[in-house]
């Protein structure tokens, strides 16, 4: 591991003191990825006991898809993106995802292995592998927010409203979940809902909504910067900001990672054009989209497939028509959510060959994405917001055909993945960072079986 100072004040303080009956292992890790999920693994791993280094090539954290979250910090079944509603609609855009796949094979057969999950029994099936997950995130979320305080504009409430009836009897299989895992919720009519929501109007008709008065909102980013800024603050965690790992190296019981030189910078691989190496007990792979590359270069090719998702933020434009809970277009998967004078509207996806995921999407396309988001905010609440002086955002998030996220222990004993949390990802990060840190400190996940099983990179074999 680089450099020593900042694992001077290992174990000695409060917050991070290991719990007693802990495997007393402590392991140098390194963390490639800097967004939530890497920056929640570094947290949970340092919570564990271990030394971490986490390794991101931007010049500091949460600057991929993290920074252009759209608000949600758990999924519900009503928006984890499998199942009955997510691109039923065939026609054209109505599903929120403009499909660009072309005569792609592999593009083609992604959406048909989700298209599987629209199938009731199959979608509960899966969900109720996911839902402990979501449990243990709910949990390691509070546990850090009462350890630490954080504010990070948390905001209760999140109202989902359906248009037709049709779309209504697709989230039947959401509402009977919802029912048998007990999740509070409430069934709305069109007029509960405005009663609720002053900024939703009854014109044009709608079908209902789902109120979930208990479940938040609030600012990923800003919270991976704050768990940054926990760690900077209370040791043993080391981010090697600027830096890009361009191979991982696993050579018997040994386990490396190559870092590119960086143009201009004057580290001894830059001035040697030799490659600076660095080494640990294990590695963690959290690389979002970058994931790919690095754990194919190991012969672990995942089937995850990226996803364009956009988002806009945008001023209010009349007090009186902005929303007090956020309001999400539960079938086209839009999410509105309020940031003080500000309105973050988020989704638009365009799923498109993974060739062309690098190359810029192409004005119409862009157009076409940004105006699902204007639409939707037309349609429910029209008057809140001044769509024409937004700012457009757009990233890259992987979704794997069968909806759940690869976390655990890949091809060698050293090496772990924590990526592919699809666009439902950030409060997912906390519990997933959580199940990383077991498995790597040896200690059995509070996550069934079932659960480990389907969440594992092997599965796809
Ligand atoms: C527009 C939009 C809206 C969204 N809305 C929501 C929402 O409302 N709720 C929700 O839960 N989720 C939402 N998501 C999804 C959520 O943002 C992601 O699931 C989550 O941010 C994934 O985090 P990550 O750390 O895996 O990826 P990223 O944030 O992309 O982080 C990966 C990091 O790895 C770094 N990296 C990559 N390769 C290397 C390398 N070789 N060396 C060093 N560093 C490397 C990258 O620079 C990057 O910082 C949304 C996503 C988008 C794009």
Request: aromatic letters at 6%; charged letters at 20%.
């Amino acid at each position: 591991m680089p450099g020593s100072a900042p694992h001077a004040t290992l174990n000695g303080n409060a917050a991070f003191r290991r719990p007693a009956g802990k495997s007393n292992q402590i392991m140098d890790v390194i963390v490639i990825g800097g967004g939530i999920v890497g920056v929640a693994t570094a947290y949970q791993l340092r919570a564990a006991g271990h030394r971490v280094c986490v390794v991101e090539r931007h010049a500091t954290v949460a600057q991929g898809a993290t920074y252009g979250h759209g608000g949600t910090v758990l999924p519900t079944p009503l928006d984890v993106w499998f199942g009955p509603t997510f691109m039923a609609s065939r026609q054209g855009a109505k599903n929120g995802v403009i499909s660009k796949t072309g005569f792609n094979g592999p593009a083609r057969q992604f959406v048909k292995q989700l298209a599987a999950l629209q199938e009731p029994e199959a979608f509960s099936r899966q969900y109720a592998r996911l839902r402990p997950l979501i449990e243990a995130s709910r949990e390691a979320m509070a546990d850090i927010e009462a350890r630490f305080g954080l504010e990070f504009e948390q905001a209760s409430g999140l109202l989902y409203l359906v248009r037709s009836e049709q779309e209504w009897q697709q989230t039947q299989t959401a509402l009977d979940l919802l029912r048998e895992y007990e999740v509070p919720h409430h069934v709305l009519t069109p007029a509960e809902c405005a009663a609720y929501e002053h900024s939703v109007r009854t014109e044009p008709e709608f079908t209902g909504g789902v109120l979930f008065d208990h479940e938040r909102t609030a600012n990923c980013p800003l919270f991976a910067k704050l768990i940054k800024q926990t760690l900077d603050t209370e040791g043993g965690v080391q981010f090697m900001l600027g830096c890009e790992v361009s191979a991982i190296r696993l050579e018997g019981q040994r386990a490396s990672v190559e870092l590119t030189p960086r143009p201009g910078a004057n580290s001894t691989a830059a001035r040697s054009r030799e490659v600076d190496v660095i080494n640990a007990d294990a590695i963690v792979v959290a690389a979002g989209q970058g994931s790919l590359p690095l754990l194919e270069r190991l012969g672990l090719r995942l089937p995850l497939h990226p996803l364009r998702l956009h988002n806009l933020v945008a001023p209010i434009a009349h007090e009186e028509c902005a929303p007090h809970v956020a309001i999400v277009d539960a079938i086209k998967r839009i999410t509105i959510s309020r940031m003080n004078h500000r309105l973050r509207i988020a989704g638009g996806a365009v799923l498109q060959s993974a060739g062309q995921i690098d190359k810029p999407l192409g004005e119409a396309l862009t157009k076409e994405a940004l105006a699902l988001l204007g639409q939707a905010t037309h349609d429910w609440i029209p008057g809140a917001a001044r769509i024409s002086a937004a700012l457009p955002w757009e990233g890259v998030k992987l979704l794997s055909p069968d909806g759940l996220p690869v976390i655990g222990n890949a091809l060698h004993p050293r090496l772990f993945v924590n990526a592919g949390h699809g666009p439902a990802g950030w409060g997912l990060a906390c519990g997933a960072g959580k199940l990383v840190a077991d498995l790597i400190s040896g200690k059995t996940p509070d996550v069934p079986a079932h659960t480990l099983a389907a969440l594992r990179a092997d599965r796809f074999q």
